[in-house]
């Protein structure tokens, strides 16, 4: 089992700034790459941003200027750094973990619970 775990949603001001956390533990061995969605209220679930193993990341349109994705391999945990938040960026923020196990490696792709993050005066 891989469990995937997501801190660091509050409430915060708009032009305000929140850095959010997720651990993967137990039988994670490889990771490929590892990401953040989001969901608003009535909406879909939304790519946010995702960084692969070696480095590279990719973001939405809505939140490339603003936001930051990074990851500590060694520990796998990752990281976003959202800076001057917008109301509209109000929702649950989930962590996407996909790998392969040690154990016939086997390929998994795990979720967080999710963090909530609301932007609010």
């Known amino acids: 089992q891989v469990q995937v775990m997501e801190t660091g949603g509050a409430l915060v001001q708009p032009g305000g700034s929140l850095k959010l956390s997720c651990t993967a533990s137990g039988n994670v061995y490889s990771i490929s790459t590892m990401g953040w969605y989001r969901q608003a209220p009535g909406k879909e679930r939304e790519v946010v941003a995702t960084?692969?193993?070696?480095?590279?990341?990719s973001y939405s349109d809505s939140v490339k200027s603003r936001f930051t994705v990074s990851r500590d391999n060694g520990k796998n945990i990752l990281y976003l750094q959202m800076n001057n938040l917008k109301p509209e960026d109000t929702a649950i923020y989930y962590c996407?973990?996909?790998?392969?196990?040690?154990?016939?490696?086997?390929?998994?792709?795990?979720w967080g619970r999710g963090t909530q993050v609301t932007v609010r005066s």
């Open positions: 996407n973990v996909i790998g392969r196990k040690l154990k016939g490696w086997e390929s998994y792709n795990s």
């Open positions: 960084i692969v193993s070696g480095g590279s990341t």
